[in-house]
């Protein structure tokens, strides 16, 4: 007696295989880039979240020291350190505030370490720096030492503060002074991996406001502008 069709067991055929895979390559084809793409938009974010707090805090150290921005070098009792490190030590930003570093930068840097982070460049790298529009000209020439008055800036939405660094050195005096990122001090290009993947950068101008832009929207001379 011959078995009814019903109780037979039915196996793919090749041609059905081989079309369940090729389908299974074109979606993985459309997801995986949509995955690295909704990545980067999250890394881009936490990059925005950490430069808007640092800005907070230089806003807010400025209105308790008489409307003064940290130098972005200073000595005291013979130990130099620098703007961040000062912001750090002022307790304006959040305890554990761990934002001194971009997630682009981390992933791009593989001596980072993001649980070391600190923000005293002659010992830890981190992601963020002033822009030359916070290093005050003193007869004539740029002074590092020399604090910037946050009511000198006649419009704080159109000038630049802070940008995207990324140092994976420890200079002590790096602040950018063009949208290129030149380091005023040595002239050496210091942003090499800050940007994102379509190549724009977080920047925070001096109102507290932050801005993601491509090197076409912030070489704008006029976000450039001596105070």
Not at 7 to 17: D, G, Q, V
Not at 80 to 96: E, Q
Request: overall charge positive.
């Amino acid at each position: 007696m011959f078995p009814s069709a019903s109780s037979c067991k039915r196996a793919f055929t090749l041609i059905e295989l081989l079309t369940v895979i090729a389908i299974i390559g074109i979606l993985a084809a459309i997801i995986i880039p949509v995955v690295g793409k909704v990545r980067d938009s999250a890394r881009r974010s936490q990059c925005s979240s950490n430069i808007r707090q640092i800005a907070t805090g230089m806003l807010l150290f400025a209105t308790e020291n008489k409307n003064r921005f940290p130098p972005v070098i200073h000595s005291e009792n013979g130990v130099v350190t620098i703007w961040s490190y000062n912001l750090a030590r002022s307790k304006l930003l959040p305890t554990r505030f761990t934002g001194w570093y971009c997630p682009t930068h981390a992933q791009n840097d593989p001596t980072i370490e993001p649980k070391t982070v600190q923000p005293h460049a002659t010992v830890y790298p981190r992601s963020y720096t002033l822009c030359n529009t916070l290093v005050p000209i003193v007869n004539g020439a740029r002074n590092e030492r020399a604090s910037a008055n946050l009511l000198s800036f006649p419009n704080p939405s159109r000038t630049l503060m802070l940008t995207e660094w990324h140092s994976s050195g420890n200079e002590l005096n790096s602040y950018t002074s063009s949208v290129a990122g030149r380091d005023l001090i040595t002239g050496a290009q210091r942003i090499t991996s800050s940007k994102h993947a379509d190549g724009a950068r977080n920047y925070a101008f001096v109102d507290g406001h932050v801005a993601y832009l491509s090197l076409t929207e912030a070489g704008k001379p006029e976000l450039w502008m001596e105070q």
